[in-house]
Structure formats: C-alpha cells, structure tokens
Nanobody, 115 residues
Framework: QVQLVESGGGLVQAGGSLRLSCGTSRSIFISNAMGWYRQAPGKQRELVAQITSAGSINYADSVKGRFTISRDYAKNTVYLQMNSLKPEDTAVYYC?????????WGQGTQVTVSS
C-alpha cells in the first residue's frame, strides 16, 4: 500500500513560516520522487515542489526562493519548509508520490495565511 501521512498545517500571518511533513514507507521513500501539491478553493491542484529519489528538486515559480523541500532518510519523511508566506499560499497541501504513472495522495493539510 502507498500511504502518505501529512502534518504541519495551520493558520499563520503573512510573512510567517510553517513546515509540512509527509511520512511514508522506506520502499516508497527510496524508490520514487515525492512532492507537494496544493489546491485552493475552486482551483486545480498544482505542483509546489518535487524531489526525486536522487535528490533533484524543482519548484513552482510562485514559491521559488521561499519554500524548501527536503528528505530525511532516517525517518522516511519529506518536508516542505515554507517561509515568507503570503495569503495566496492559502490552500490544502497534499503530499504526492507517482508510481507506475499513478498518483497517490496524502490526506491533505490546510494552510491558511491571513493578511
């Protein structure tokens, strides 16, 4: 089974920071790219950041320079450090893994940034 367990969302003021966590099994963690997506009300889900099993990283232009994705190999956990948060970052954030061309998703965690 592909299970992704998320935590770390919350309510912050603009300019604040949050760190999201996504834990999974070691086999999934080691063998696949993992990423963070977000979905705001009425909008499509969009890629925020992705990290491959080899450590290659890409970010959405909207978060580049503010967000950092990383992997903890001891805990089989992917993090998304979010700094300088803006109201437009408000969304449900989903951990993602794509395996054999199938997307698997975490349960989602709400991030709300007040102005």
């Amino acid at each position: 089974q592909v299970q992704l367990v998320e935590s770390g969302g919350g309510l912050v003021q603009a300019g604040g920071s949050l760190r999201l966590s996504c834990g999974t099994s070691r086999s999934i963690f080691i063998s696949n790219a993992m990423g963070w997506y977000r979905q705001a009300p009425g909008k499509q889900r969009e890629l925020v950041a992705q990290i491959t099993s080899a450590g290659s990283i890409n970010y959405a232009d909207s978060v580049k320079g503010r967000f950092t994705i990383s992997r903890d190999y001891a805990k089989n956990t992917v993090y998304l450090q979010m700094n300088s948060l803006k109201p437009e970052d408000t969304a449900v954030y989903y951990c993602n893994v794509n395996r054999a061309s199938v997307n698997y998703w975490g349960q989602g965690t709400q991030v709300t940034v007040s102005s």
